[in-house]
Every structure is written in structure tokens, then in C-alpha cells.
């Protein structure tokens, strides 16, 4: 067993001074607050639940820097990711997955929600393992030392009654029928989860949901919802109807579904997610950098849509900013404050999140619990003077004050460094094996 001294730590009650938590296994035995230390090891500062960055796309990585050196939209930048992904092999895709999750683990996540379908190589050619690009997205994970939500995604079309482009077609199995022949070949374990996604109603033909949704039961099930204005206009032509509506038409939509953006939503759009208990993933600081718009956040929770958190493109890799982002956004639409509280925030970025992906018994500081603990540094430049209280976390830390970060009960940063992995210098070589 280990021990470890929190100076204060977020509980589900609030926060509690001077807590000491004892682990075994992997999971917290006991939680006790107004404890002496002994001979614990100390950790200072705030110390939260680990976070679950509930969508990545971990090869969009590599094009941080490169993107915003012009104008566009969406689609533009769509075809410089293109470009990234079709240089990707098992092994570079490996190095690369690796470094990025060792950026998440820094900032304070222990939990990953990776959607994926980069599944072939060039030209839709199998592998020798069908599930090669899968595996080395799992290695990279446990050598990072984060848990991962392997989201395998069916992608079989290049848009609405529209034909693969030569990139997508390293994306597609098929039909979905053979997309889940191929995902049945994957097997989970204590620390990855195998899930299922649809890329979008743009990426899966409407009579083919219903075969994704269906294809793992009880797992995870995720899809992008409504991203742009264009997806939704092609899905109305096509099916005359909203791809909420269509998600709804065909089983997609419950309580184990996350839908992924939700920005350009109509009334009936919302009422249906929220009846559902479907989560809304929101992945704010990609929406604003892809200039997608601001999604409706609190309509959304108001209906019963829980909010949930990711860094998508990784234009920048920080929970905390996603979470403030969140209420900010709502206050540029409604020139109002207050829409959302930093404790209902926390929520999504912790127990919400790890919910969506799989990890039922994380997110917690509590016994029974998987032990993640995230301390957070109360003396830096951005959170010295605020009073170390969840308003701190999430309205003025970043990913940079993360200290300290134990998952899964094995200590993976330590004073802001990772104790395994040069994150920086792996980012730089694995991001210019793939972009030079």
C-alpha cells in the first residue's frame, strides 16, 4: 500500500483539508481529511480527481503551429489534416500517440476517449493485423501511463451519397457490417476500453447507424453531431431531417452516447440528446480554432445532456481551459454570467467524463475508487492569491500548474515532469517523422 498526504483535496463533498489517502491496487482503501501525514508522501497544493479528456484525435497533434497561418474554415483545414494523415504508418503513429498522451498525463488527464479511424494504410490496404494502427494507439497509451478509450470508429463514406476521397479511404472498412467484424477482433482490459463510434451522419449513411449503434452493445458509443452548418444542410436535403433527428430515428442516441460538438442544434435537436441522456461532448478550444461556433451548452444541461470535455484537435491540450471555455462561450452568446458553476464544470472534466468513456469507478477521490490524484499548484503566477477553491481550478489554473499526477495508483508526473518519457523532445521528433 501507499500513502499519500494531500495539503487539500477535492472530495465528492467539496474540498477537506489535510487529507490522507492510502491506496491498494490501484484503487483508494481509505480517504480520511484532518489527518496528520505520518510518512506519507506529501502533495501540495489543490489535489483533484484525474480528468477525462473524452475526445482526441491524437495525430491532429501534429499540426498545431501549422494551421493558423492562413484564413479558411473547416473544410479548409480539413485538408491539410488530410495531408498529416496520410503519412502515418503503425510504427511513426505509435511515437507520435505516445508523445501526445504524455502532453494529456502533464496536464493533469489520466483518462483518454480516442476517436479513431486511421485504420488501413494508404489506399484502404489491410495490414498484416487489421487492427494494427488500434494496437499501437494502446501501446502508446499504457507507455504514457494513461488509461485509453479505444473508440474504433466506422467511417464508409466521403460525405452524404458521396464516394471516398484517396485519403478516406484508408479510413473505411467497408460497410459497417465489416467495420464490426474487425472491431470484434479487439479485446479491453483493466486500463482500455473498447468502444464504438460513427465518424457522422456525413461519414455513415443513414441505414447503416443503427448496425454501428448495435454492434457493441454496452459499450461507449460516440459520433461528431452537427460540427457545421454544412452538415446539417446536406443531411436535411438528403434525409429531411436534422442528424439529431436522424441519431434518434435509428437507436443511436441513449444514456451510454456521447455526441461529439452538438453546436448547430435546433430546440427539437436539444430536447431529443436531453431526453436521451445522451452526453455532450464540447471540445471548445477545437470549436473556436476551426471557427465552428458555440454550441448550447446550458440549454443542453437543462434538458438532461450531461457535459462532458475533450481537446479534440489538440490545439491546445489543457482541461482547465476547456472547462472555462464552456462558460465563457456562454457569456459571448447571451452576454450573460453565470451560466455554468466551477463545481458543475469539475463534473464534466472528472466523473462525467471518465462516465462516458467506460471508466464507471474513476473520477472520484473516494474509497473503492480507481486512485488518480491531479495536484494542482496554488503559488504560480495564475493562481497565487485566488484562495485555492474549485473557482481556482476551474477559472484560473492551466495545464502548466499540474505538479503532480498519480493514475491508477502509480505516480506518472512528478514537480511537472513525466517520469518516463522526454514528452517534449518526443513530440518533436514524432511530429517531424510526419510533417517534414
Known sequence: MTS???SSALLPTGIAERVLVTIADGRFAAVEA???????????GLVLPGLANCHSHAFHRALRGRTQTERGTFWTWREQM???????????????????????????????GEFHYLHHAPGGRRYDDPNAMGTALIAAARDAGIRIALLDTCYVAGGIDQPLNSVQERFSDGDAATWASRVSLLTGSDDVVIGAAAHSVRGVPQDQLGAVASALPNAPLHIHLSEQVGENAACLDAYGRTPAQVLDETGFLSGRTSAVHATHLTNVDVGLLGSSATYSCFCPTTERDLADGIGPSAALRNAGSPLTLGSDSHAVIDLFEEMR????????????????????????????????LGFDDAGAIAVGARADLVAVRLDSVRTAGTGGTVETIAFAASAADVSDVIAGGRQVVADGKHMKLDVAAELAASIAAVTE
Not at 34 to 44: E, M, Q, S, W
Not at 94 to 111: D, K
Open 4 to 6: 499519500y498526504w494531500c
Open 34 to 44: 484532518d489527518a496528520d501525514p505520518g510518512d506519507a508522501i506529501r502533495l501540495n
Open 82 to 112: 488530410y495531408a498529416v494523415a496520410s503519412m502515418l504508418t503503425p510504427e511513426t503513429y505509435y511515437q507520435l500517440a505516445r508523445a501526445v498522451y504524455g502532453e494529456m498525463v502533464l496536464a493533469g488527464i489520466t483518462a483518454v
Open 325 to 356: 471555455a464552456v462558460e465563457l462561450d456562454e457569456r459571448l452568446a447571451s452576454q450573460e454570467r453565470g451560466h455554468w458553476s466551477a463545481a458543475e464544470l469539475l463534473k464534466a472534466a472528472t466523473i462525467d467524463g471518465h462516465r462516458s
